[in-house]
């Protein structure tokens, strides 16, 4: 490749976690869209949404304290009623939704 080529490679540059924390901090700051902030600042959008979703499992294994149950059993004193029907609807995240349903 010769010095007067418009390619150019990009250097990988390490960055720490806490790095990436004040990355974070300046995209929420900038009001810009992943991708506008990202080709501002050289930024690599797939490298980018790693990182973000690695600090986020982070901090929800650090927010949890070691033997916690991730389920618990209700009960209740009332007797069940005969034909008591439910819904249940859990929103999983964009587009997904799951909805169960015992009909009465």
Same mark, same amino acid.
């Given at each position: 490749?010769?010095?007067?080529? *418009?390619?150019? *490679?990009?250097?990988?540059?390490?960055? %720490?976690?806490? +790095?990436?924390?004040?990355?974070?901090?300046?995209? &929420?700051?900038?009001? +810009?869209?992943?991708?506008?902030?990202?080709?501002? +600042?050289?930024?690599?959008?797939?490298?980018?949404?790693?990182?973000?979703? *690695?600090? &986020?499992?982070?901090?929800?294994?650090?927010?949890?304290?070691?033997?916690?149950? @991730?389920?618990?059993?209700? %009960?209740?004193?009332?007797?069940?009623?005969?034909?008591?029907?439910?819904?249940?609807? @859990?929103? @999983?995240?964009?587009?997904?939704? @799951?909805?169960? &349903?015992?009909?009465?």
């Amino acid at each position: 490749m010769s010095a007067t080529s *418009k390619e150019t *490679k990009h250097l990988r540059i390490q960055r %720490t976690p806490e +790095q990436w924390r004040v990355i974070f901090d300046r995209y &929420r700051a900038s009001g +810009q869209t992943r991708e506008q902030f990202c080709h501002e +600042q050289d930024i690599s959008l797939s490298t980018f949404s790693h990182w973000r979703t *690695k600090l &986020r499992r982070l901090i929800v294994s650090q927010s949890q304290p070691a033997n916690t149950l @991730l389920f618990t059993e209700l %009960t209740s004193d009332e007797q069940p009623r005969e034909s008591t029907g439910w819904d249940i609807e @859990l929103q @999983l995240g964009t587009d997904v939704v @799951l909805r169960l &349903r015992r009909p009465c």
